[in-house]
Every structure is written in C-alpha cells, then in structure tokens.
C-alpha cells in the first residue's frame, strides 16, 4: 500500500462563501456538533486507512535562509492515509465533512514517496 498525506485548507474565500460567521450562534453550534459527528463517521469508515489520524494545525513560521518570520497559509489540517492508488486516497475525501459541513475549502491529497538514496 502506498501512503497519502492529504492536508485540509480553509480559504477566507470559503469561509465567507459558507456563511459560517453569520450564523446564529445555536446554530452554528448545532453545526459544529453535526460536523464532529460526520468527521467522527468518517474516521471510522476509513480506520483501515488511517495511518496517522493528524490534527488540526496552528499559526505558521517559516525557515528559510535570511531567517525565521511569520507567515500565512490556507492548511488547517492534516491526515496520513494508505491506499492502493491516489485515485483510491483521493475518493476517501469525496463529500468530507471538512467542506460538506464545516467551512473548509478543500482537501488535497499527495503521495508520500520513498527518500532516494544509494
């Protein structure tokens, strides 16, 4: 089996188109009950999957050569995944609560390849 790290991104963009914030706050509550128990449901069909259930992801710094500084970007998650083919780990994330139900973007999904060596 090969292994998939797909990682969950928010954009202002979908969070604006979802509505979300302009939600009563009992309904948005409601919401994010229904969400957890989606996401819940979906851990569990894909157990099997599962390699490393992930977590959500905190503010960013980046490391690069004239130093370390804050930074910005839309993941706000992640999931490591196996399966047979990236078509097979891609179609686990069709309908994911991640945007079916909470305000999230879109869940990309990459295959986590062998480190060259001799």
Sequence with gaps: MK???AIYLGTQAALA???WNELADD???ARRAAGVDAWE???RAHADAIV???SPLGKTKRAAPDGITDTR???TGYVIVQA???EAAARMFEHHPHFTIFPGDSVEIMECLPLPGP
């Design 84 to 86: 047979e083919s990236h």
């Design 73 to 75: 970007n839309t993941i």
């Design 52 to 54: 490393d259930q992930g």
């Design 41 to 43: 449901e979906w851990g």
């Design 17 to 19: 188109r979802s509505g």
């Design 3 to 5: 292994r998939f790290l």
């Design 27 to 29: 309904e948005r509550t």
